[in-house]
């Protein structure tokens, strides 16, 4: 069975612009959740989405977002960079809801200049 | 206070000795804990969980962990290291909060020497 998928692996932007980053889950895996992790804070919750619907959502501002397609792939979208949002943003998916072993993608690493 | 705390940043060690990580959890999250490792630029593995039942955990790569709720703990231990255990292990746990959203301690970085 092909494990969590994240395109891509690498990405720069500069300040200003917004990215898309992509999110395959194990097949028949239904949550996929998000995480940030940064030298400075360590692994952060972003959100989770289950059956296409947003169920949980971390203390990020609101140019964080994301959703979820029927197929349970997932994207997340970040506007107006900064240059704090350079970090390592890693896709986990799970059968059920978080309480349940969470297999976590390689991750896309995000430079912003 | 932090919900999942992992005090030791750095553990060295050296190759063939035994090894303990730990790990301490607070009232705010639920008892359901988990080892992940992260090697160099890759995302996390489970090495293992406790769910409930035994309080004795086995994982893979020959780790294991034990569940103390007096002390509110969930050391990771391993009775002989290799080069290749060099990695990152971040405990973590489920917050009770009725969402179930898992939270991650600081990270312990193991480094085996020769």
């Known amino acids: 069975k092909a494990g969590v998928t994240q395109t891509p692996r690498y990405l720069i932007k500069t300040r200003g612009q917004q990215v898309t980053l992509s999110c395959s889950p194990i097949?028949?895996?239904?949550?996929v959740s998000w995480y940030q992790q940064t030298p400075g804070q360590g692994l952060q919750f972003l959100f989770e989405?289950?059956?296409?619907?947003?169920?949980n959502k971390g203390n990020f501002p609101g140019r964080f977002s994301g959703r979820q397609f029927s197929n349970s792939r997932s994207e997340m979208n970040v506007s107006t960079l900064e240059l704090g949002d350079s970090a390592l943003y890693l896709c986990?998916?799970?059968?059920?809801?978080?309480?349940?072993?969470?297999?976590f993608g390689p991750g896309t690493r995000l430079t912003v200049l | 206070a932090q919900s999942v705390t992992q005090l030791d940043s750095q553990v060295p060690v050296f190759e063939e000795a035994p090894v303990e990580l730990r790990c301490n959890y607070s009232?705010?999250?639920?008892?359901?804990l988990f080892w992940y490792v992260q090697y160099p630029n890759q995302g996390l593995q489970l090495l293992l969980k406790?769910?409930?039942?035994?309080?004795l955990v086995k994982g893979i790569n020959g780790f294991e962990a034990e569940f103390n709720k007096s002390q509110t703990s969930f050391h990771l231990r391993k009775p002989s290291v290799h080069i290749s255990d060099t990695a990152e292990y971040f405990c973590?746990?489920?917050?009770?909060?009725?969402?179930?959203?898992?939270?991650f301690g600081t990270g312990t970085r193991l480094l085996v020497s020769p």
């Open positions: 986990a998916s799970s059968l059920e809801p978080a309480y349940n072993e969470q297999f």
């Open positions: 097949s028949g895996h239904r949550s």
């Open positions: 989405y289950f059956s296409e619907t947003q169920r």
């Open positions: 009232s705010s999250v639920s008892v359901y």
């Open positions: 406790y769910l409930s039942g035994s309080t």
């Open positions: 973590a746990a489920i917050l009770n909060t009725g969402f179930q959203k898992l939270v």
